[in-house]
């Protein structure tokens, strides 16, 4: 069983979380992390039976080249990814279907009330995409707009990465 991590990160918040999620799945699975724009999806996804996707939130979904950029505005140096998770998703094809996918994002703690979810928007394409949800979206907190994360956010991660890996490896022993 093979997991891949794909993930997009402007201020680093959603890198570390997805490491942490990666560390917990490699209790259970051999895991690869993939930052978005590095390759192309069909390459990404190639031999991986799980498919965890994560981003930050912009404008309450996913990142688009504007808020990358505005994001990128706030902080000199940092990268404007030309692709993020939604891209990524669009060039996904549909015979990434039959394999498992979960995904999460980063939001700002203090917003926790608004409905805004880059990751139950990338759930949304994903299932539309045809991937079995190994769980529901799930969102890490950041204190302010550029992070830090909130305390215990990187071991919540870690511990739903031990969780995705405990179910899909249960899900796909009970399909064979
Ligand atoms: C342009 C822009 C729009 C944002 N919009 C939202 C939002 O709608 N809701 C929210 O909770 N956080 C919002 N944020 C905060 C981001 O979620 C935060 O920067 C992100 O979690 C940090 O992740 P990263 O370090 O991986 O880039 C926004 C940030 C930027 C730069």
């Known amino acids: 069983m093979e997991a891949v991590v794909i993930y997009e990160s402007m201020f680093g918040n959603t ?3 997805a490491r942490a999620v990666a560390e917990g799945l490699s209790e259970q699975v051999a895991v690869r ?7 192309a999806p069909a390459d990404d996804v190639l031999g991986a039976d799980l498919i ?3 981003g ?4 309450f979904g996913m990142s688009r080249l504007a808020s990358r950029e505005e994001a990128a505005g706030r902080r000199p140096g940092s990268p ?5 998770i939604r891209e990524w998703l669009d060039a996904l094809a549909d015979d990434a279907s039959g394999r ?6 980063t939001r700002v703690k203090s ?6 979810s880059a990751a139950r928007a990338a759930d949304r394409v994903v299932r539309r995409r045809g991937l079995s949800p190994a769980d529901s979206p799930h969102s890490f907190y950041v204190e302010g707009m550029e992070g830090p994360l909130c305390p215990g956010e990187v071991e ?5 990465g031990r969780e995705l890996g405990r179910t899909a490896l249960l899900a796909r022993q009970s399909l064979s």
């Open 100 to 105: 498992f996918g979960a995904t999460f994002d």
């Open 56 to 59: 930050p939130t912009h404008a």
């Open 80 to 84: 404007t990814v030309e692709r993020g």
């Open 156 to 160: 919540r991660a870690r511990e739903w």
């Open 111 to 116: 917003v926790k009330h608004l409905p805004g």
């Open 33 to 39: 992390t993939v930052e978005v724009s590095a390759t």
């Open 52 to 54: 965890v996707v994560g």
């Open 15 to 17: 890198a570390e979380i």
